[in-house]
C-alpha cells in the first residue's frame, strides 16, 4: 500500500505541473503531444496486454463484463457531462464555454483520475511488476490531463487559480483511487477490469485522436515506441 501510495501521490502530482504548465504561458505546450503519444501506445499495451488479461484470469465470469462496464461509464460521462472535453489545450475560437462547463468537465475528469488511483493500487496488489507497468502509462498522460483540465477552466471564464485548483482536485482523485483499494484490497477484483475498461477507453478515444490531429508519421513512431517500451518492459520484467 505504501509504494502504490507513493507512486499515486507522483502520477497526482503529475497532474498539477499540468495545470501549471498550462498558466505558465510561457511553457513549450507541444512537447505535451509527445506525452500523449508515448502515454497511449503504453496504456494501450497495458491494458490490452495485462490488465484485460489479468482481469479475466481473476474473474472469468465478470472480468469481461466490467472492462466493457469501465469503457461505457467514461464514453457516458463525456457525451453527458463533459461533452466539450478532448486533450490539450481548449481552443474554441470564438465559441465561449458556459461557465458551468469547466465544472462539469472536472466532474468527468475527477472520474478518470479515481480510476487511475484504482488502477495504481490494483496492479500492486496483485503483483508489484504489472503495478509499476500500470504507474508508468498513467503518468505518461497525467500532464497532458492536467494540463486540460486547467484549460478547460480558463476557457470557461475562471481565475488561473481556479485553473491549478481544478488539477489539484484531479490528483486529489487519483489519490482517493489508490486509498480504496488499498485499504480494500479484495475490491481489486472489480476495480482492475473496471480500470482496464477506462484505460482502454482513455487510450483510444481520448488521447489516439490527439496524436491523429498531428500531420506526419513522427507521432504515430512515438505511438509504436510507447507500445514497443512496454513489450521491452514486459519481457525483462515478467509479471
Known amino acids: 500500500m505504501l509504494l502504490s501510495l507513493i507512486l499515486g501521490t507522483l502520477a497526482a502530482v503529475a497532474d498539477i505541473f499540468g ?7 510561457n511553457w513549450p505546450h507541444h512537447y ?16 490490452m496486454l495485462d490488465m484485460v488479461p489479468e482481469s479475466i484470469r481473476f474473474s472469468p465470469l465478470w472480468g469481461a463484463a466490467l472492462v466493457l462496464a469501465g469503457y461505457c461509464i467514461i464514453h457516458l460521462l463525456e457525451h ?14 470564438h465559441e465561449l464555454l458556459h461557465a458551468h462547463t469547466g465544472w ?3 466532474c468527468g ?7 487511475d488511483g484504482v ?3 490494483s496492479g500492486f496488489v496483485l503483483s508489484k511488476t504489472l503495478g509499476w507497468l500500470i504507474f508508468v502509462a498513467i503518468f505518461l498522460h497525467k500532464v497532458p490531463e492536467g494540463f486540460t483540465m486547467a484549460s478547460v477552466m480558463v476557457a470557461s471564464g475562471r481565475s488561473r ?14 489519490i482517493a483511487g489508490v486509498l480504496i483499494i488499498g485499504l480494500l484490497p479484495h475490491w481489486v477484483l472489480a476495480g482492475l477490469p473496471l480500470s482496464a475498461g477506462v484505460a482502454i477507453y482513455v487510450a483510444a478515444t ?14 504515430a513512431l512515438v505511438f509504436f515506441l510507447g507500445v514497443g517500451i512496454f513489450v521491452l518492459v514486459r519481457l525483462l520484467a515478467p509479471v
Do not use: K, Q
Open 19 to 25: 495545470g501549471v504548465i498550462l498558466v505558465r504561458r
Open 32 to 47: 505535451l503531444r509527445y506525452f500523449i503519444a508515448l502515454g497511449a501506445g503504453f496504456m494501450m499495451a497495458v491494458a
Open 80 to 93: 453527458t457531462i463533459t461533452p466539450h472535453f478532448h486533450f490539450g489545450e481548449e481552443t474554441h475560437g
Open 104 to 106: 462539469s468537465i472536472l
Open 109 to 115: 475528469l475527477a472520474a478518470h483520475s479515481f480510476f
Open 119 to 121: 488502477a495504481i493500487a
Open 161 to 174: 487559480r481556479a485553473a491549478v485548483s481544478s488539477a489539484v482536485g484531479l490528483a486529489a482523485a487519483t
Open 206 to 219: 481520448d488521447l489516439v485522436p490527439e496524436v491523429n490531429r498531428e500531420p506526419g508519421i513522427r507521432m
